[in-house]
């Protein structure tokens, strides 16, 4: 079955520390990979994803990953994080094709406080 | 353009009573997913459905089930309610669905609560 590991499951930084959020997936076949942010008190909101090509893919408010195949890895990154950071992380990962169920598997979550 | 709508917000039952929560997608948008959301299991996928037809299905009792209409809004139903049901279930819709790789839009999601 397919799972999806975050390491971490709670961070705390300093502002203008930099991110690194680990996230790793178990599913031999071709992936779609997704990283979802929950804001306090709001709803789940698409930080970035991959489906093909660069595996360097840079997403909204300045965050980026990199899908590492031969690691299995999506691992999240910001350079500089900000207070207004503070949120739930969720590494999400959709099997393509091979009878797969193709529904989204997410991991548990991990969350940032950022300190100001 | 209004995001993913569910109602109602919040709901409190009683072990052994159904319920039926409503979801209303982005417009435009055929694929209507449901998970429930636990502290202990995190998001868990329930069900998709695309074009009125159920496309995938996780690993929850038969106590769970959907449908969707033919405007897209979907409806999860829960018999025979239990204690572990307490969750917060959120819907997710996309246009084409997660075969198609497609991100999804999350709800606000309804809390239910099981006493």
């Known amino acids: 079955a397919q799972s999806v590991s975050q390491h971490n499951h709670h961070v705390i930084l300093s502002e203008a520390a930099s991110l690194e959020l680990g996230c790793n997936y178990s599913y031999g076949g071709t992936v779609n990979l997704f990283w979802y942010v929950q804001y306090p008190g709001q709803h789940l909101q698409l930080l970035l994803k991959y489906f093909s090509g660069d595996p360097l893919v840079k997403g909204i408010k300045g965050f980026e990953a990199e899908f590492i195949k031969s690691k299995f890895s999506f691992n999240l990154r910001k350079p500089s994080v900000q207070w207004s950071d503070t949120a739930e992380y969720f590494c999400a990962v959709n099997a393509r094709g091979g009878g797969s169920q193709g529904n989204l598997i997410f991991g548990k979550g991990t969350k940032l406080s950022v300190k100001p | 353009k209004a995001g993913v709508t569910q109602t109602p917000r919040y709901l409190i039952k009683t072990r052994g009573q159904q319920v039926t929560l409503s979801c209303s997608p982005i417009s435009g948008h055929r694929s209507v997913s449901w998970y429930q959301q636990t502290p202990g299991q995190g998001l868990q996928f329930l069900f998709e459905?695309?074009?009125?037809?159920?496309?995938n299905k996780g690993n929850f009792p038969g106590r769970f089930s959907g449908r969707q209409f033919s405007n897209s809004r979907s409806e999860m139903n829960v018999s025979t309610l239990e204690l572990g049901d307490s969750a917060l279930y959120l819907c997710a819709s996309s246009a084409s669905g997660t075969e198609g790789g497609q991100p999804q839009h999350f709800g606000d999601g309804t809390r239910l609560s099981i006493l």
């Open positions: 459905y695309f074009s009125e037809t159920q496309r």
